[in-house]
């Protein structure tokens, strides 16, 4: 028997699904246009975001010397270890309130100047927003 033998009407579920499968339009991926060349194969974008990520987020643990590696922790490490003023007016953050404000993001919305997107901030480790919250509460208050 055919596709389309005399079992097919529009009264029986065959007929139906036949029709849904032509009518409904299929999902297709876009290209990912990457400096002016269009890359179409799955694994090739994924190189090619990896690459831009790469370029985007890196780590350069070989900036400057080792001594102004030390001087540079020494720093930041006194800096953290000032005594808080005796007066502010400002309304410090927590942990917890960055957190919440992180969340409230859109995700779809475009990175800023730094190049990181919300859904990065948002996958920000616990310890990671604790250094996060003193830098912005050291702010506030100096």
């Known amino acids: 028997m055919g596709l389309f ?4 009407t529009p009264q029986t579920k065959s007929f139906w ?10 999902e297709s991926v876009p290209p990912l246009f ?5 890359v179409f194969n799955f694994a090739d974008k994924a190189k090619h975001l990896t690459r831009h990520f790469e370029r985007i987020h890196y780590l350069n643990l070989n900036v400057g010397t080792a ?7 020494r720093t930041v490490n006194k800096y953290f270890r000032l005594p808080y003023p005796y007066f502010t007016d400002a309304q ?4 917890y309130e960055l957190r919440r404000l992180i969340q409230s993001l859109k995700i779809r919305s475009s990175p800023g100047t730094d190049g990181i997107s919300a859904t990065v901030l948002g996958r920000t480790s ?9 830098q912005f ?6």
Do not use: E, W
């Not at 033998?5 to 097919?8: D, E, L, R």
């Not at 699904?17 to 299929?26: D, G, K, L």
């Open 34 to 38: 990457d400096h002016g060349v269009q």
């Open 126 to 134: 616990r310890k990671a927003l604790i250094h996060l919250t003193k």
């Open 5 to 8: 033998s005399g079992q097919t």
């Open 67 to 73: 001594n102004q590696a030390r001087t540079v922790n």
């Open 137 to 142: 509460n050291h702010i506030l208050r100096f």
């Open 17 to 26: 699904n036949i029709a849904r499968y032509f009518t409904t339009p299929s």
């Open 92 to 95: 410090l953050t927590t942990p």
